[in-house]
């Protein structure tokens, strides 16, 4: 507060002190940004210009403020303000020129002034163009890239100088790029086209597109060979890209099943209740999130461990107060779960609310990695990858190298030797559904990340789950992981001509047909613990 | 909330106690409004704020004397979000507490399921959802949007305003996005949109996987032409399929979104910063700058009791809706079904947005339609709209066989569904559009 106040102070002493300048001039921004509000939308882009070389301390502000739809004028006053917060029926608003906070307004009093797409578009050409000269060469390189496609007669001869002085090649290229889109299209410049060969980016791609459609042969034919080298490379982009997709959908789907995969793969109980378990993973994340308000990443961090806890508690009280009286009754079981799983959907919808919870998305969650114009892979899926494969090793490392996962192997295989040789089954068989439970919580915990925190989260998630246990062989944790990784794979490469409702389909068929052949699956049970 | 009911009671008593008349007419049998909303099941989410609107609507003009100087009373069943039930529910408002007019429904099937009863016992039904259109029903009013008053607008918006040549028409699986997309190929195909510039896409209920989809609709808009999505995708599937463009990088001003079936209630739930500019096509929004609407927002917030409480769309029809019938009884000066019918043709109210609405002879009314910009904070601004209110077309121009109906509820024509090019009125005519689909 107090230091805006003193860059305020500043900013007034600047424009005050010098004897040059004129009131007219101290004026100038004022009359701007009501020109600004009366403007035509064919005049916005002079007006934005005009304000953007104003060389105004605030013009940046003032722009942002526009691009977000916060700057209004107040009805009686005509004064232009910045809105602040702009939620509930007050909103808080400070002077656009001085930037001082004036406090609550009626929503009432306050005229918008209108943005519209075609206008924040002309927006970020503008301010790409302040950005070019920035000291900050990240800023620098999205400056350049916003620029594709956005230079215009105006500012082509400021851009072409601009690539002198750039000490960075890439934006260099770049920018030459960002120019030759302009020739090609506008001046129709068939020199150029060769600058396009070798660019993934989409604009570079519809530049050439439209050069192929031309009249103008001299135009056409290079076009025509340039755009053919970068089919090639999209063609192998896209290819990589499926495959990502693919390995992505089928860590969720591995992800949802592996709990799945010890509860009835190892210890054979038909849990009908495991989405909901899925499903109380996600809300631990989202309570978490209510908890450290304005930590997103934090909270998230800390819900791995809470969301297992969580269900892995639940999953005990599930355990010990139903299937322990049930034990080698499958249909019951299945009912009894079936049953659990609409009581915990209730609890839910009656205690938090039927409505979907707002999980928010941590930044460095956010985005993609760029590999290049053409590939880029989502980050939140990516790390929902790699999360998968750390639990899934995880849960390798307890099942084959602890003691427990020695007593679970036992216990599952021959129950009364086992009983004899001093294990106790029945701990073992808690700890062992408590285990399932809490990674069905991790899983949770990660697909809050990707799709709706709500009631009926799990139900979207348990056919598939008892799919990809099936398919992969029951009691194989390795099965688990190569089915729900191949499942994703053959959806996402069935989706793009067969539509996402048939190749769902076609997998369920698939997949019928598969266990028709092997009833046991990919990775059937070998040896005694198969007859057990 | 309570203290607010109180004082409204203390108000309608005093106004009655005021005049000797009024007390003489409250001591008359209440006037039933039957309200036939979910309030439990899948559809709750949506419907329960349209029993609220109803209720609230329903106190305030109890405060302002009744009508006809008779209280009315709401008579509040639970469909439970099961079709089936909706008509069985219909029948009990209509056979056994004897309503006078129903204000309900969401989904089209729990209409069609609704219809036969309602025309069977002679009720008034209002419905206040957009939908597909296609239907006239001498005893349903259809205060929501018709296809022409909200996706031929909208598509008109993206072609002259954004200069979009390229269409990505995506839908979830089910009646009204189909029937919309039929609509807008057709019409889009009448303008002149090549059929390689046409991308049509179907997702199942509550798809979360869009990866690919989002990489398709990427590809496809650059080709050269700007690119645009018409999006009837159903309820909560939007928020994977939004963030994932935006983890994809795709922003408004590349390819933007527009779509039908997203409105305050449903942006309430997410965090709306990834898709700020992605547009929406409606008669109302929350945001709409006129005093009657803050005046409606201050009322809802109060009626509510809570700060945060959204209005919207089908909201705002309910509102015109029970307006009209007001109006219509006053006007007929009786509730019976036939003169209410009759007098309400024609009928003018304010609407929401500082206009007016009309109700037309086919039971649709006039409406602006209403472009609006997502913004940070869950609210839509209105970016374009009509110059003029548009009036509801129940029968599509741009489908075969529907394009000859017309549908007149005045006398001597009386039809729901008649052909002027045979020049008959019939449920042929209706069937020979349903065939055609």
Not at chain 1, 294 to 318: E, R
Not at chain 2, 14 to 21: D, I, N, Q, R
Not at chain 2, 223 to 239: F, L, P, Q, R
Not at chain 2, 391 to 396: L, N, Q
Request: hydrophobic content about 45%; glycine content about 8%.
């Amino acid at each position: 507060m107090s230091i805006s106040r003193w860059l305020t102070f500043l900013l007034i002493a600047l424009l005050t002190v010098p004897g040059m300048t004129s009131a007219q001039e101290e004026r100038a921004p004022e009359a701007l940004l009501e020109q600004l509000a009366e403007a035509s939308p064919r005049d916005t882009e002079t007006v934005i210009k005009a304000i953007a070389t104003s060389g105004h301390e605030r013009a940046r502000n003032w722009l942002d403020a526009y691009g977000n739809n916060r700057l209004s004028q107040v009805k009686d006053t005509g004064q232009i303000v910045i809105v602040l917060n702009n939620r509930g029926r007050d909103w808080e608003v400070a002077d656009a020129i001085t930037g001082e906070n004036l406090g609550e307004t009626s929503r009432r009093d306050l005229d918008r002034i209108a943005v519209n797409n075609a206008i924040r578009r002309q927006l970020e050409g503008v301010m790409a163009m302040m950005n070019l000269y920035a000291n900050d060469l990240e800023v620098r390189e999205a400056a350049a890239l916003d620029l594709m496609g956005k230079v215009d007669d105006a500012v082509v001869e400021d851009v072409t100088a601009r690539i002198e002085e750039e000490p960075d090649a890439d934006i260099r290229s770049r920018l030459e790029q960002a120019v030759a889109i302009y020739q090609v299209e506008e001046q129709g410049s068939a020199e150029v086209i060769n600058v396009l060969a070798g660019s993934l980016h989409p604009r570079a791609r519809a530049a050439l597109n439209n050069a192929v459609a031309s009249e103008d042969p001299a135009l056409r034919a290079p076009a025509e060979k340039a755009l053919g080298s970068i089919e090639q490379k999209l063609k192998m982009n896209k290819a990589a890209e499926t495959l990502y997709f693919g390995l992505s959908l089928g860590s969720v789907l591995v992800l949802a099943a592996i709990g799945l995969a010890i509860t009835f793969g190892v210890m054979g109980v038909i849990n009908m209740a495991h989405g909901e378990l899925i499903m109380l993973g996600a809300y631990t994340t989202w309570g978490m999130q209510q908890l450290l308000p304005g930590q997103p990443g934090l909270a998230l961090i800390l819900s791995i461990p809470a969301g297992f806890l969580v269900a892995a508690l639940a999953g005990i009280a599930i355990e010990r107060s139903v299937i322990q009286f049930l034990k080698g009754r499958p249909l019951e079981t299945l009912l009894a779960t079936f049953g659990i799983s609409l009581i915990l959907q209730q609890l839910v919808r009656t205690v938090i609310s039927p409505q979907n919870r707002t999980v928010v998305s941590p930044e460095w969650m956010s985005g993609s990695l760029v590999i290049n114009d053409a590939l880029s892979l989502t980050l939140n899926r990516m790390y929902v990858l790699g999360f998968a494969l750390v639990v899934f090793a995880t849960l390798m490392l307890i099942m084959r190298r602890t003691r427990l996962g020695l007593e679970v192997r036992a216990v599952t295989q021959n129950r009364a030797m086992a009983r004899s040789m001093g294990i106790r089954a029945t701990r073992v068989d808690i700890m062992t559904f408590a285990l399932g439970s809490g990674v069905a919580g991790l899983a949770g915990v990660a697909l809050s990340q990707l799709t709706n925190v709500g009631p009926n989260l799990g139900q979207n998630y348990i056919i598939d789950s008892f799919m990809v246990v099936v398919f992969g062989g029951v009691g194989n944790l390795w099965g688990t992981l190569v089915a729900g990784l191949t499942l994703g794979t053959i959806n996402q490469l069935l989706e793009p001509w067969a539509g996402a409702v048939l190749a769902k389909i076609i997998v369920l068929v698939f997949i019928i047909l598969f266990i028709q052949k092997r009833p046991k699956g990919l990775f059937p049970q070998k040896g005694r613990a198969a007859e057990a | 909330m309570t203290t607010f009911k109180k004082r409204l009671a203390s108000v309608a008593l005093t106004t009655a106690l005021g005049t000797g008349m009024n007390l003489a007419h409250a001591q008359e049998d209440p006037i039933k409004v039957g309200i036939l909303h979910s309030l439990s099941g899948t559809m709750a989410i949506s419907e329960t704020v349209l029993k609220d609107t109803v209720e609230m609507l329903i106190e305030q003009q109890n405060a302002e004397g009744g009508l006809l100087g008779r209280e009315l009373e709401a008579v509040v069943v639970d469909p439970a979000s099961n079709w089936p039930l909706f008509a069985e529910k219909a029948r009990e408002l209509l056979a056994q507490e004897e309503v006078d007019v129903i204000f309900g429904n969401w989904t089209s099937v729990s209409r069609k399921s609704v219809l036969p009863v309602v025309e069977e016992l002679n009720g008034l039904l209002f419905y206040p959802v957009q939908y597909e259109g296609e239907e006239s029903s001498e005893n349903v009013f259809y205060t929501g949007a018709a296809p022409n008053q909200q996706a031929i607008p909208a598509v008109d918006y993206l072609k002259n305003e954004l200069g979009v040549e390229r269409w990505v028409l995506a839908g979830t699986d089910y009646v009204y996005p189909r029937t919309t997309n039929k609509i807008l190929e057709t019409y889009l195909k009448d303008q002149g949109v090549a059929a390689e510039d046409l991308m049509i896409n179907y997702t199942p209920f509550g798809h979360s996987d869009w990866q690919n989809i989002v990489s398709d609709i990427k590809s496809f808009g650059s080709a050269g032409k700007k690119t645009a999505v018409v999006s009837t995708i159903n309820g909560d599937a939007n928020v994977p399929f939004y963030r994932e463009l935006g983890n994809q990088g795709i922003s408004a001003t590349d390819i933007p979104v527009v779509a039908f079936s997203v409105g305050e209630q449903e942006l309430s739930g997410i965090d709306t910063g990834p898709l700020v500019g992605h547009l929406a096509a409606w008669n109302y929004f929350m945001s709409v700058d006129s005093d009657v609407n803050y005046d409606f927002i201050d009322q809802w917030i109060e009626y509510t009791g809570d700060e945060e409480a959204v209005t919207n769309d089908p909201m705002e029809a309910h509102y015109i809706g029970f307006n009209m019938w007001v109006e219509a009884v006053q006007k007929a000066e009786t509730t019976e079904v036939g003169a209410v019918k009759d007098a309400i043709i024609g009928v003018t109210v304010p609407n929401l947005t500082g206009g007016y609405a009309t109700m037309m002879p086919n039971h649709h009314i006039t409406k602006p339609v209403l472009i609006g910009e997502i913004q940070d904070n869950g609210q839509f601004t209105t970016v374009w709209q009509t110059p003029s209110t548009v009036a509801g077309d129940a029968w599509s121009d741009y489908l075969p066989g529907s394009r000859d109906l017309i549908a007149d509820w005045r006398a001597p024509m009386r039809c729901g569904n008649y052909n002027v090019t045979v020049g008959k009125c019939g449920a042929s005519a209706g069937e020979q559009a349903a065939a055609a689909e």
